[in-house]
């Protein structure tokens, strides 16, 4: 299908793997008392919601001094970021550390999340990947807060990277813990999650964005994936309305989905994630590669995306589409969700390249993997691909082997309604590591680094969302025991 050299691929955001961060462990700590936990939890959120929120909202990561700070690009003061680990991401970990001991400081941060995502809401109903509070920032996008848009006002709701999906998650999960007693969220939820129906396609599948209600006028919604020709790059780029796959738009939209319809009890969100399912089955390929392809066009054909995201088959959504599919299963009791995934493990198990990995992409009936040199041009080959994308992931297929036998021999795989783990109690060791790394301010700082502002930034310390999420959901379990 593609000549032996050929293009260029996906930038991954910086944060798409969480760093790790590790403390000097004594050999014997004295073990931390509740009180003392619970002054280091609520010391940690006070500073991040005062002195690290802007108007509620949050980026990816901050100079430890909060000079500086990045998204997907450089942000001054007065921009927050939707994707995760922006301001959802943050607002969940909130609401997790009030569930878990009953911490009224994190409802009080996580409400003033929620302002910060009812501003950035657009007049199509959900997020792109930032909200601005610069007045004359504001008025280049589509704010519903703002009233009537500027005409040339940007209204493009985001799928892609869970933007708009992991707000509508937040937004519900806050309505549900405040027993919907807080009026503009849940009318900022319900909307959203209208939007995010009405932009759902017969088919059941979605595109990366939306600007209003899915047209799909002429379109077959019975059509199943088959094979085309797709050749080279093309120079029409319309992709973005395709129906889309890649970075699990598909499972984050049905994950949201199911979630509104636990939380609000109603049967047009279930059934809207039913039809999400339902595309899934569509759009498996059939043999001799059942699996999945990042976008297809509108006759359910493996689409290019941009010139580095060609037509092929994915080793990373395709997994990702199983698991969605057995969420489904469990949501509903429909075992026909399992139909397809037998055959589309068997397709991946013996796809795997040598070292157990699987390629990002697989070509088009050869199943060749296929990649991308230092000049973005498609190769068959590994030995000169760019260090900032990854071409192979490893997944553990084992795992969806086995989530799926249980599912199978279970006379009924639905999961009960309100069903939870319960938290596993903290090591005492680390408790202490966290509560002592506390600096002055109440910040957790780490050594890393900006990747937008430059190779002269001197930022060698850093402060990272991630890592204030996890810790004080350790120190919240650790209260609430």
């Not at 927050?80 to 943050?90: F, L, M, S």
């Not at 939209?253 to 509104?260: E, G, N, S």
């Not at 994915?314 to 009791?333: F, I, K, Q, R, W």
Request: charge should be positive.
């Amino acid at each position: 299908m593609f000549p032996e050299s050929l293009r260029r691929p996906r930038l991954f955001p910086a944060l798409a793997i969480a760093t790790l961060v590790t403390f000097a462990t004594p050999a014997a700590v004295e073990e931390p008392t509740r009180d003392e936990a619970r002054e280091a939890l609520r010391r940690a959120i006070r500073f991040f919601s005062e002195q690290v929120a802007v108007e509620g909202g949050y980026v990816w990561r901050y100079s430890h001094d909060l000079a500086r700070r990045e998204g997907e690009g450089k942000l001054d003061h007065r921009t927050a970021w939707v994707q995760p680990p922006g301001t959802p991401y943050v607002g969940q970990g909130y609401l997790t550390v009030f569930e878990l001991p009953g911490e009224r400081t994190a409802l009080d941060a996580a409400r003033e999340t929620t302002r910060a995502l009812i501003r950035g809401q657009l007049h199509s109903g959900g997020w792109s990947d930032r909200i601005d509070f610069d007045p004359a920032e504001r008025r280049k996008r589509a704010y519903l807060a703002d009233g009537k848009p500027a005409r040339r006002a940007r209204d493009v709701s985001i799928l892609d990277d869970d933007r708009t999906q992991s707000a509508i998650r937040f937004l519900v999960s806050y309505d549900r813990a405040t027993d919907f007693m807080d009026r503009e969220v849940g009318a900022a939820a319900r909307r959203a999650l209208d939007s995010l129906v009405a932009a759902q396609h017969r088919n059941g599948g979605w595109a990366q964005v939306y600007r209003g209600p899915a047209q799909d006028t002429g379109r077959d919604p019975s059509l199943r994936a088959s094979y085309r020709e797709q050749g080279e790059y093309p120079r029409v780029k319309a992709y973005w309305d395709f129906y889309t796959l890649n970075d699990n738009v598909m499972r984050d939209c049905i994950d949201t989905l199911l979630l509104a319809a636990e939380v609000y009890d109603e049967r047009r969100y279930l059934d809207a994630a039913r039809r999400g399912g339902d595309f899934l089955m569509l759009a498996q390929m059939p043999e001799p590669q059942p699996g999945w392809a990042q976008q297809y066009d509108h006759d359910m054909h493996p689409a290019w995306a941009r010139k580095f995201e060609p037509p092929s088959i994915s080793g990373n959504e395709g997994p990702a589409v199983m698991h969605a599919l057995m969420d489904l299963v469990e949501a509903t009791g429909d075992r026909r969700y399992l139909e397809p995934i037998p055959r589309a493990l068997r397709y991946y198990m013996r796809s795997r390249l040598d070292d157990g990995r699987l390629a990002r992409f697989y070509e088009l009936k050869t199943n060749r993997p296929l990649y991308f040199d230092r000049e973005y041009r498609v190769t068959y080959s590994d030995a000169d691909v760019p260090t900032h994308y990854s071409f192979k992931a490893r997944i553990d297929l084992e795992a969806i082997a086995r989530r799926f036998e249980r599912l199978k021999a279970k006379d009924d795989p639905k999961k009960p309604a309100g069903a939870k783990r319960s938290p596993s109690r903290p090591d005492a060791r680390d408790v202490r590591r966290v509560i002592d790394a506390l600096d002055e301010r109440g910040a957790w700082v780490e050594d890393g680094t900006l990747r937008y502002w430059g190779k002269d930034d001197p930022t060698r310390r850093i402060i990272d969302p991630r890592t204030f999420v996890r810790n004080t959901e350790l120190l919240a379990r650790y209260v609430g025991r």
